[in-house]
DNA sequence: CATTCGTGAAGACGAAT
DNA sequence: ATTCGATTTCACGAATG
């Protein structure tokens, strides 16, 4: 690590991701007033004029001739669990928004706002005031039972905070927390801290979903040492047996790229380049950033965009001096 | 002058003993 | 637990444009 000014990442991008909780890809129903009087009103179909049946499946109102969607359904059916069996229909049909991994206790439990207020933001009453102090304090009590749930809780909050500053989106989250809880279960914990083990596992679950994040990324946001979380993955997974592939020196070519404003025919010869040298098997044992960020700077010598190899490094967290070992690596393989 | 290149020492890692 | 081989990083000086 350099002592000097940490390279700035503001470019990040932080993907938001909109999608509500449980909802599918939810039909949308036009509610401008006269349109829908109009739809409610026909029975028969705007385009053939065939007759408009009920589909009591999915509560549309269809035409029979051409299928038209006269009016959509306007129940939220969101994607939910498979039943496969009558016992499992009955355990797995419930009310409310779906479980959650990230959450300590799955999501289950009601929340009680902080907040003096009532649903319509208006002060509580002195007495009220009292009342909702004591379900917090039970409530909390409920929450965090026992020391496991205390360490799961803070373990997942950690997740969250890493996962939304390295722009990682909540399903990486999720499975870094299945991650973390299979961990726990296995007793992988003692002699580790559990930070290390929280950025462990969302490094595995990065890595897992194809969005891998390089280590020298996780370590300003992780609040142990890079050696440290760098341990516990490996010992994690080993342990876990998981299917956790070698990155590929691709995946971070965009981000870099973006990283350094350059243009998208530099991303795409970095790619071939990569692309050349795996078939050459120059990959072996090799750092997937390093190799990328060589590909990068290669690719900007031959397309005339040229930048220097210090400013590729530090944009990909490597030293220039990785970039000279492995971009002549890769021009060789690509020549030949 | 900035950038690139080459080199040796030092640290970390995986595999093997 | 230690040792060994490969790789990366750092610091420096030399060459190149």
Known sequence: ??????????????RTDTRTPDAGPTRRVDT???????????????????????DDQRGDRA??????VVEADEVDRGPEWRAYNSSEKRSKSRVGAPEK??????????????????AYGNALSAKKRQ??????TWDERFRSQSAKDRNLKQALGEVSRMAAALGLPDDVAETASVIYRRALDEDLLPGRSIEAMTTAALYAAARMSNMPRSLDEFAPVSRV?????????????????????PADPKQYVPRIASDLDLPDSVASQAERLLEAGRDKGIYSGKSPVGLA?????????????????????????VCAVTIRNRYRELLDAAEA
């Open 63 to 68: 035409c029979k001739e051409c299928g038209l």
């Open 293 to 317: 960020a060589a590909a990068i700077y290669a690719a900007s010598v031959l397309e005339n965009d040229r930048v220097t190899q210090r400013t590729v490094g530090e944009a990909a967290n």
């Open 1 to 14: 690590m350099t002592g000097e000014s940490p390279p700035v990442r503001t470019s990040e991008r932080t």
């Open 225 to 245: 040492e890079q050696q440290e979380f760098a341990r516990a993955y490996r010992y994690t997974a080993k342990e876990l047996g998981l299917a956790v592939e």
């Open 131 to 136: 009342q909702m102090q004591r379900l917090r």
């Open 32 to 54: 401008d007033s006269q349109e829908q009087e109009d739809e409610r009103s026909r029975d028969t179909c705007p385009e053939c004029g065939g007759d408009v049946h009920a």
């Open 101 to 118: 991994q990230t959450l300590h206790d799955k999501g289950l439990s009601s929340v009680i706002s902080w907040e003096n207020r009532d």
